[in-house]
Each structure stands twice: as C-alpha cells, then as structure tokens.
C-alpha cells in the first residue's frame, strides 16, 4: 500500500508484540545508518515480571520518509505493527 | 586520529573487586585473533588462570563477552558469554546466556567485563555510558534474583538490564546460574556460585551510545539475507509459534529422554499427553522474545487456576522437558512451570539441579538411601511437591540439601552405598541429555569440553534425519542423518565444534544456524555478515579455522587443569551398559567398542594423540597456536609425536 504520511499512522497491536526491540535499532538505522536504540522514535519498555509491554513513538518519528516501508514495520516479523 | 573501530565499542572494563581498581583494554586487543565472545573469554582465562587457581579463588576470573555483531540488526544477536573456570569439572567453563543484557553492555560502550578478586562485602556493578561504579549490595543480599532486579530498576532506571544471582550463587551451590532479565539462565559450570564466592551480586547495565558497522548499506543487505533465510524456514516457523519446547515430541520419538534418572530414554505416551507443548498454550499470554530475535522461542505464562493462581514466568527450553519433566517422571503442566519460576528466582540451573534430584529418587526407588537420608521426605517419582522442596533445600543448602548441592559426583562421593553407579555425570558436571539413541549427539555431548553438553559438537542431523546427499555434501558423511549410525559421525562432531564456536564468537543464537535446521545460516553467511560489520573481510573456511582454535584453547585449559585423558572422554557407564528399555530405540545402548573407534577416529580429524587424548605439536604448530605448544609443553603434557597407527581400544 502507498504511505500517506500526512494521514496515516502506525497501529501497536501490543497482543502480538514479543518484546524483541528490533523496531527500535531499526528506527535508529534509519535515522543515523547505526544501531542505537536512545534515537529511535520507537520505544519499547518490557516487564520482566509480569510480561508486559510499552510502546510509544515520539514526535521525531518521520515515518521512514526515504525508505520504501518503514522499518520499524519491516522487522517486525510478529506483525504487532501496521498502518491505519 | 584515533582509529575508528567497527562492530565494537573498542573497550574491555577490567575490574578488581578485592581492591576496587577499575582498568580499560583495547578490545582489538584480542579480537583480531579470536573474533569475540567464547573466543576472547577462553583465551584472557588460559593466558591468567593458571592449573593452581581453584574455581573459587579470587584470582579466577568471570568473562563477560559479547560479539561483533551484538547490538545490530544481524537476527538474533542478542548472546552474551560467559567464561570462567568450571566449579563441577576444574576444568574449563563456558556459559551462554540471552536476554537483553550483551547488546546493552555494547551500547554502554565496553564489549567485555572481565572480573577478578573478591569483594570484602556483598557489591553490586553498575555500569553506564562508559563507566563504572562498585556499589554496596547489602540490600539485596539473600534476595532471589527477580527480587534483586526489581529494586535496581526501581533504585536506578526501570530500562536497567540486570544479570544477577540468587541465594543458589550466594551459598556456592555447584548448580547455581546466572539469571539474566529474570529468566535467561548462564548455565552449567556453577557460574552462579563464582560470581558468589566474589561477593558479586549483580551487574545492572544501561546504555545509551551507538554500535557502528564499517559498510553499514552493504550490511544490511546481508542483514536482509539472514532475516530472509530464518523466515522461510520451516523449523523456524515451528519454533515460533510453538515454542522451543516443541521439539519435545522429536526427542521422545528419538529416544533421547533422560526418563527418570536415565533408567530409560522414551517416556510413558499417556504421561506425555498431559504435558503436551499445545497444553501450555492456555497459559502463554504472549511470545517473549531475546534482543533482536525473531525466532522468539521463548512465551510469557500467566496461571489464572489452580493452587498456583497467579504464577507468572516467562518460560522456557525444551531441557526443562528433559530435566524436570522426563528426569523426574512430572507430568503436571503448571508444576513444571512452578519449578522453572522457582529455579529462575532461586539462581538454580535446570540441567545441574535436577541431575543430583532424579539420582537420589533413583536411589530412594532402589532402597539404597531412605527416609533417614532426606529428612523425612519420601522420594516417589513424579512428585512434584517434593522435588520442588528439595529445589529449595538445595539452594539453602539446609539439611540434605547441603548434599544435594554438590552437584552428583561429589554428592556420591558423600553417600557412598555404591550410588555412584546412578551419578550421571560427564567430567564431573551432570549430564543433562538422553544420548544413547543417538550416535553423533552423544559424541559431541560427551567430549564437550566444559563436561557434557550439547552446545558444542553435539550434532542433530541424525535426529533431524537430514538425506544421504545432504550429508554427503554438508558433511562428507552420508550417514549423518541416520541416527542410529556411528559411521562417519566424528567428521560432523568436529565440524560442529569449530562450527558452533563461530557462532560463539559472534554473540549470535545458534537458533539462526544450520545446527538447528540444515537451511540455515552457514559459515559463510556468518562470515559475510562479519565482513560488513567490522571491514575485515574473512571467510568461512577461515572462521572455521578460528573455530577450532577455539576448541585447542579449551581442551589445553582441561589438560593443564585437571589431565583429562582419553579415558575421561567415554560415556557413564551406565550407558554403555543398559540398553534402552522402550520405544522406537529400545535396545539401543553406546558399544564400548564402536565408541572407541569413533573416538580414535575424532582424535584423529583434531591431530589429537589417540592415547593420552592429549593434544600434539603438529595440531597446535598448524593451527598457529605455537604459544598453547609451549605452555603444554612445560607442564609435561604435550604429545610431540603423533601415534596414529596405535591401537587405543584396550586403553580405557
Ligand atoms: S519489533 Fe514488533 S514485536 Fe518486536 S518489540 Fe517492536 S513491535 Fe514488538
Ligand atoms: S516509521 Fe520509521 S521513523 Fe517512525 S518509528 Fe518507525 S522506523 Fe522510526
Ligand atoms: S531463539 Fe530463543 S534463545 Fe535464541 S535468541 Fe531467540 S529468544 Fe533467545
């Protein structure tokens, strides 16, 4: 699908989420071609005791102007993030 | 200008706990010979370690080590190593855990933490943005390790990533891990009980800089490969959406259960239908991943019935079916997750603290210890009430406990009674694996070198049943895949060991490799992969070759540490002499004689001396490890001329 980068956001389906961060080093490849989870726009914060989890994308998120997908999207194999 | 480094953030933190004194090394120091992780750890503990040092002097050190590729977006390189010497065996130690604690510690800006001395009172090391602090664990001392990693997030920052250990470590129990994110176990070794004999508590991490790779474009592509490759396949899938402990309906049906003690290696199928992997999914709330994995073998459980209402862990490997479940003939579903959240919370291995477990229920069933041994307790297999309160006598070491806690060969040394026929261990370290069913497995889990595993050579290709043109070409073995078959099966152990050290050394999970599923990554995807990231282009052939450097390095620590001998590399008795009783295997057993031939002829692939199992001169001159040579060469245990023509049969 085209990206409407004006209209469409990303949908957190926390249910599918697996804690795995690969979102986050994603993000911060985009932005700065390393891997550096601290400048990613996504974050995600997981309890080790309860098994819950966080995530939260800040106003720095350009939604991969540049990249065909955004990357978060791309590495996330457990499909908990989509575009609406 | 400084030099920029890639893959690494260029800094080794050294750390002397008995006077305090902090110290920083060039990691290039080390990696341009052995690429990282288990490489770097093995070779910093040959080189200062020395045979005198016991396992919980302060002079021992404890390695902390990740890989070039720790912290990037390479699938699943979320490992971290740990290296010491081993409380069990005396001789070499080598754990890997997961988790989110190794890419931390890069993005923290060191890539190894190694540890000597000894605290004068509990500590605690925090590490942050390129510095680090010792700090009093006063606090938290006594506490279990989701205790302990609780207060360090409340106290410091709730992104803290903590490794720690529970009372298990502190009261040196031999089985005694370390717990990364409260439930990602350093394993084997007794690596729970040197951070303990150190007064070391925990280690709590953040990080906030960035892991640089040299091609960063080309990288990714490679990057894209592996992501490519782990998604198409079918095991990976499996592994997914059921979970590690999936295989556990293979091994049953290739008889490589440790059922009850090793009294038999196929489990009772009704008893299996209750444990079941689909039965645990009414618990799982969602699949809990390590670092960067998209393989997730692992879930979250929430028990929402039951007398364990409320029971939540994130869980687990397929050993807890070998260890708790087949070892201990339990059969109850959230008893078995109960056991694995107590063993996490108490710092308890689950392969080292079961083994001591299921032997004295097998010595109970035989009459040879009774109620007078166990304080009052009665031993009846599948127990689960009881095996979990002797989980926690052992990690107390309160009462018989105290036996328990000494990991099965000592534990019989103390009993005497002639237990010792029922104390299966390899080198010292209990066994955890079923082996007899499965020639290749059982040669690679046995001449591990940190005693007994299946993390080095143990091959899986004739569980997997891969074809005779597979293992032809793979492996120049086209028995490879037949389980059942000695044929052939050191030439896939051998490639396997240098294999599974590449994997090591580069901080990643052996899911992503050919070991787990012959489609997947290979040598020279990792090498590619390293090529990118660091700028030194290399090969597979050429990993391979540090591979088993690697290897040379670990079987010098046992023969300068402990003199294991050739005689040290059959199997427990036991299991060379009882058939196995049922299932599809049933009869299968490890003949002495065709072991010993599979023996002389994985001597012969590594040059090693057929008769001492020692290694040779022409070995370690071509694998440039001249300096192992000299070293081995002092002590007197240095074969200078190899003897390839000798008949070793009769030598055990
Ligand atoms: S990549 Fe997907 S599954 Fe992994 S943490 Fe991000 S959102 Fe969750
Ligand atoms: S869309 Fe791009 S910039 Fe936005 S959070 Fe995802 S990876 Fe980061
Ligand atoms: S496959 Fe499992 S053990 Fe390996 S990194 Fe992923 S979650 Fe960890």
Known sequence: MSINREKNRIYINLNKCTGCRSCEIACSYHFSKTFNPEISSISVIRNDRTGDIKISINSTCDFCKDEDKPLCMKYCVSQALSII | MKKEIFGWAGRILRINLTNGKQSI???ERYTDRFIGGRGVGQWILLNEVSADISPLNPENRI???????????????CRLSIDSKNLLTG?????????????????????????QGKAAKPVYIWITDGTAEIRDASAIWGKTTWETENFLQREINERVKVLSIGPAGENLVKAACIIVNGARAGGRCGFGAIMGSKNLKAIAIRGTKAVRVAHPEEFIKEVDKAWDTLNKCETIRRVRTKGCYSGIVRTQDTCTLPVRNFQDSHWEVEKLQRTMPSIFEKYKIRNFSGFNCPISCSSFYKVNDGPNKNLECEGFEENLGWDYMAKLDIDN?????????????????????????????????????TEKD???????????????????KMAYRSGFGNIL????????EIIERSSEK???????????????????????????????????????????????????????????????SYEGKAKVVFWFEKFKAIVDMLGMCYFTSLW?????????????????????????????????????IEKAFNTLHKGFKRKDDFPPKRLMKEAINSGPFKGELLEKERWSKMLDEYYNLHKWDKKTGWQTKECLEELGLVEIANILKKAGKLIEKTNKNLISDKLI
């Open chain 2, 25 to 27: 090394e060039p990691t």
């Open chain 2, 516 to 552: 787990m599923d012959i489609n997947l990554l290979g040598p020279e995807d990792y090498a590619k992969l390293f090529s990118k990231a660091t700028g030194k282009k290399i090969t597979g052939n050429q990993l391979m070759q540090i591979g088993e450097q690697v290897c040379n």
């Open chain 2, 333 to 369: 579903p959230v008893a078995l997750l109960k056991i694995q959240a107590t063993c996490n919370q108490l710092g308890l291995d689950l392969d080292n603290s079961s083994g001591p477990i299921a032997w004295v229920f097998e010595l109970f069933q035989r009459g040879i210890i």
């Open chain 2, 374 to 392: 166990t304080d009052g307790l009665k031993l009846i297999w599948g127990d689960y009430n009881t095996v979990i309160k002797l989980i926690k």
């Open chain 2, 422 to 484: 029922y104390a299966i261990h390899i080198k010292g370290q209990d066994l955890a694996e079923g082996i007899r069913a499965a020639k290749g497995w059982a040669l690679g889990v046995v001449v591990a070198p940190r005693g007994g595993g299946h993390l080095d050579g143990a091959t899986m290709t004739g569980i997997q049943q891969i074809s005779k043109e597979v293992g032809k070409a793979r492996f120049d073995t086209p028995a490879a895949g037949d389980q059942r």
């Open chain 2, 91 to 115: 001789g070499v130690g080598s754990s890997n855990a997961g988790g989110h604690f190794a890419p931390e510690l890069k993005y923290a800006g060191f890539d190894f933490v190694v540890i």
């Open chain 2, 405 to 412: 806690a000494e990991g099965v060969k000592r534990a019989s």
């Open chain 2, 63 to 77: 390695i902390f080590g990740t890989g070039p590729l720790t912290g990037t977006l390479a699938p699943a390189t």
